[in-house]
Antibody, heavy 120, light 107 residues
Framework: EVQLLQSGAEVKKPGESLRISCAGS????????IAWVRQMPGQGPEWMGS????????SYNPSFQGHVTMSIDKSISSAYLQWSSLKASDTAMYYC?????????????WGQGTLVTVSS | DIHMTQSPSSLSASVGDRVTITCRAS??????LNWYQQKPGKAPKLLIY???NLHTGVPSRFSGSGSGTDFTLTISSLQPEDFATYYC?????????FGGGTKVETK
């Protein structure tokens, strides 16, 4: 069974750093790109970017480029999303999801989400 | 960026109703259109990819159609578990943006 298990909820202060994780299981991790998706309260999903676990090649949505960093640890089938300096506007639910191999950039399996709250 | 506009933003329906949701792209995206279902407090789930292909395990009452700029998601007979928010997503060009969503509520 394909599963993406994300790390738990975080509460941080503005300016702090953070790394959240997404562990894949039940499939060959390096075969499928991982995408990160932001969903702010009451809003629709937003594509942040994606990463190829085989070589860590990344593709960022320009709206998020420079503010977040995606990375991979192949040895433990995990993907990461990190911030060096959080803002209150980063408060949101963050999902990792697997890009299918259909070639259509559809997200066929999703993690359960990590809620990030940034507040002074 | 290619922007996606969904209509309506919400609708009220009863169990057994036929429900249709539309999604319009700001430019031609061929058939690179996906549909997702999201229930409160849960992650989105893929329903349909490439405009009309049902994802594994999705009930056949869901169907998708369209190409170019205009697309439709149809639920042939609404079931209690189908009350949710539905999103379209274009996958023709990076970034693969989502539509604003259509909330299906009980009448």
């Amino acid at each position: 069974e394909v599963q993406l298990l994300q790390s738990g909820a975080e509460v941080k202060k503005p300016g702090e750093s953070l790394r959240i994780s997404c562990a894949g299981s039940g499939y060959r991790f390096t075969r499928y790109w991982i995408a990160w998706v932001r969903q702010m309260p009451g809003q629709g999903p937003e594509w942040m970017g994606s990463i190829d676990p085989s070589d860590s090649y990344t593709s960022y949505n320009p709206s998020f480029q420079g503010h977040v960093t995606m990375s991979i640890d192949k040895s433990i089938s995990s993907a990461y999303l990190q911030w060096s300096s959080l803002k209150a506007s980063d408060t949101a639910m963050y999902y990792c999801a697997r890009l299918s191999v259909s070639g259509n950039s559809d997200l066929d399996y999703w993690g359960q989400g990590t809620l990030v709250t940034v507040s002074s | 960026d290619i922007h996606m506009t969904q209509s309506p933003s919400s609708l009220s329906a009863s169990v057994g109703d036929r429900v249709t949701i539309t999604c319009r792209a700001s430019q031609n995206i061929d058939r690179h259109l996906n549909w997702y279902q999201q229930k409160p407090g849960k992650a989105p789930k893929l329903l349909i990819y490439a405009a009309s292909n049902l994802h594994t395990g999705v009930p056949s009452r869901f169907s998708g159609s369209g190409s170019g700029t205009d697309f439709t998601l149809t639920i042939s007979s609404l079931q209690p578990e189908d009350f949710a928010t539905y999103y379209c997503q274009q996958s023709y060009r990076v970034p693969p943006l989502f539509g604003g969503g259509t909330k299906v509520e009980t009448k």
